[in-house]
């Protein structure tokens, strides 16, 4: 099973700052890795797919990078609807398809 | 406007049964692969079963084989989860989700199945 470990936990920031996300893969995953947002109470949105494709309707603001077995989601000009927890998720090998620990990114 | 909604949630004992469903409405279910996600109260996300287009295939994570089971009924535009032998580390919210290369792109809002005596 692939685990992949997202860092850091919390990211405090304001309003306008950029985020920069990670997520490391304990293998080697190529490409395939997606991005998904989670606000409270409510599912989670594909952002990007296979490392730096933005999903339909994702604001440009959100771009992807990486390979193997280290990826980056990036958030420039944080907004206020920005804010929520980020999951990454592989589907290189599997089952199981696994996700990240996730990441939340809080108003400072 | 398409959506997927999840029912069949509640309270259950350990070592009882639930079936959940999700019914598709705005679109067609037929064409598309299938998965289950679960979100434990407070955490993080773990994918539980996938189901091909066709129903052929199905794939489950390692903690639910032999006690969890999805289907799909593409005329009634309907995926399903039964889910056996429920344990409390079963208890979540159970999302259910359009495959888009074995990634997660249309989400239901979930149902939550809470196992507790």
């Known amino acids: 099973e692939i685990v992949l470990t997202q860092s850091p936990a919390t990211l405090s920031l304001s309003p306008g700052d950029t985020a920069t996300l990670s997520c490391r893969a304990s293998?080697?995953?190529?490409?395939?890795l997606a991005w998904y947002q989670q606000k409270p109470g409510q599912a989670p949105r594909l952002l990007i797919y296979?490392?730096?494709n933005r999903a339909p309707g994702v604001p440009a603001r959100f771009s992807g990078s990486g390979s193997w077995t280290d990826f980056t989601l990036t958030i420039s000009s944080l907004e206020p609807g920005d804010f929520g927890v980020y999951y990454c998720?592989?589907?290189?090998?599997?089952?199981?398809?696994?996700f990240g620990g996730g990441t939340k990114v809080e108003i400072k | 406007q398409e959506q997927l909604v999840e029912s069949g949630g509640g309270v259950v004992q350990p070592g009882r049964s639930l079936r959940l469903s999700c019914a598709a409405s705005?679109?067609?279910?037929?064409?598309?692969?299938l998965h289950w996600v679960r979100q434990a109260p407070g955490k993080g996300l773990e994918w539980v079963a996938f189901?091909?287009?066709?129903?052929?295939?199905?794939y489950y994570v390692d903690s639910v084989k032999g006690r969890f089971t999805i289907s799909r009924d593409n005329s009634k535009n309907t995926l399903f989860l039964q889910m056996n032998s429920l344990r409390p580390e079963d208890t979540a919210v159970y999302f259910c989700?359009?495959?888009?290369?074995?990634?997660?792109?249309?989400w239901g809002q979930g149902t939550l199945v809470t196992v507790s005596s």
């Open positions: 998720q592989q589907r290189s090998v599997w089952p199981p398809l696994t």
């Open positions: 293998q080697s995953v190529s490409r395939f």
């Open positions: 989700a359009t495959d888009r290369k074995y990634y997660f792109e249309h």
């Open positions: 189901i091909s287009f066709d129903g052929s295939h199905t």
């Open positions: 296979d490392a730096s």
């Open positions: 705005g679109f067609s279910l037929s064409n598309n692969a």
